[in-house]
């Protein structure tokens, strides 16, 4: 079984930091593409920021030059470094990742539980 296990949300002022991890665990072959995603109340999920296995990263237009993906791939692990954030930043943050595993050699999408982050002063 493969599973993603985020975390590192919380409450922050506007204007804070914080940063998410997420890391997968389990009989992983191999991990593609990873991102990070947002559900605010009554909105659609949302791409946030993604990585490929190169390293190249992509992010919503509403979250450049604040945010930053990064991974560790000896660790299994995608971070989202989040500076100056605002009130609009508050939503659940969901962890994505597609892995081809033990089980299924065909990669598949795999999701973390989510993580709630919360900017309110």
């Known amino acids: 079984q493969v599973q993603l296990v985020e975390s590192g949300g919380g409450l922050v002022q506007p204007g804070g930091s914080l940063r998410l991890s997420c890391a997968a665990s389990?009989?992983?072959?191999?991990?593609?593409?990873m991102g990070w995603y947002r559900q605010a109340p009554g909105k659609e999920r949302e791409l946030v920021a993604g990585i490929t296995s190169g390293g190249n990263t992509n992010y919503a237009d509403s979250v450049k030059g604040r945010f930053t993906i990064s991974r560790e791939n000896a660790k299994n692990t995608v971070y989202l470094q989040m500076n100056g954030l605002k009130p609009e930043d508050t939503a659940v943050y969901y962890c994505n990742a597609d892995i081809s595993s033990v089980s299924s050699f065909r990669p598949r999408p795999y999701w973390g539980q989510g993580t709630q982050v919360t900017v309110s002063s």
């Open positions: 389990g009989s992983i072959l191999r991990i593609n593409d």
